[in-house]
């Protein structure tokens, strides 16, 4: 399997039209890496497009696990935190055959943990750039179904599914799990989307 794009940075950011407008607190306070078991827990549920791209990806907690099962990936981040490509703003990034330097045809699914405050944001642009019957999963506190705005979001965009985790998985402050391996006091779910699929949405557990 080939390895993650580390390489061509450049040409990377070019072909997906971003920006760096990277901020200080933007990534003090969004940046919550997602416990790699989570991961785990999704694909034991979830089967996915070959080309994934995960936008969010930090210091690539989720694009490993999904490497290691097999997956293409292509992790990109606002930020650069040592992995992927940084530097690229996924919230201005182009439409689908922008990222046909990486995925051919086009096609690809979304999995991410996007920073809170900007996750109804992530996925409104995730739908944009997918094409029909693609996926998108997104990791997120199960407060994200709360909020009228969301609500109308759900009403025309309703996911799939949405897996909450019985037994709480942890997303670590800074990517720093030895400091906070027991911050569990948020409950976390995966939302999905099938793009072209509706219908109310099923409910089911996992951990």
Not at 57 to 86: F, M, P, Q, W
Not at 122 to 129: D, Q, S, T, V
Request: charged share 25%.
């Amino acid at each position: 399997m080939s390895k993650d794009w580390t390489g061509n940075k450049k040409a990377i950011f070019t072909s997906l039209g971003a920006s760096n407008h990277a901020q200080g607190k933007r990534e003090s306070n969004d940046y919550y890496a997602t416990e790699p078991r989570a991961v785990e827990l999704l694909l034991e549920r979830e089967k996915f497009c070959n080309n994934i791209w995960e936008p969010a990806c930090g210091e690539g907690h989720i694009s490993k696990v999904l490497l290691a099962h097999g997956y293409k990936v292509l992790s990109t981040d606002l930020v650069n935190r040592g992995y992927g490509s940084g530097g690229i703003d996924f919230l201005k990034a182009g439409g689908p055959s922008s990222v046909d330097v990486c995925f051919r045809g086009g096609v690809f699914d979304i999995i991410t943990n996007p920073p809170y405050k900007y996750a109804l944001d992530f996925c409104k642009k995730a739908f944009r750039l997918i094409r029909p019957k693609q996926k998108i999963a997104m990791f997120l506190r199960i407060q994200f179904l709360e909020g009228q705005e969301r609500r109308q979001f759900f009403t025309v965009f309703p996911p799939a599914r949405i897996y909450v985790a019985s037994k709480r998985l942890n997303c670590a402050k800074n990517g720093d799990f030895k400091t906070y391996s027991n911050n569990r006091a948020i409950c976390y779910a995966w939302f999905i989307w099938e793009k072209g699929t509706f219908g109310e949405p099923v409910i089911r557990w996992i951990n």
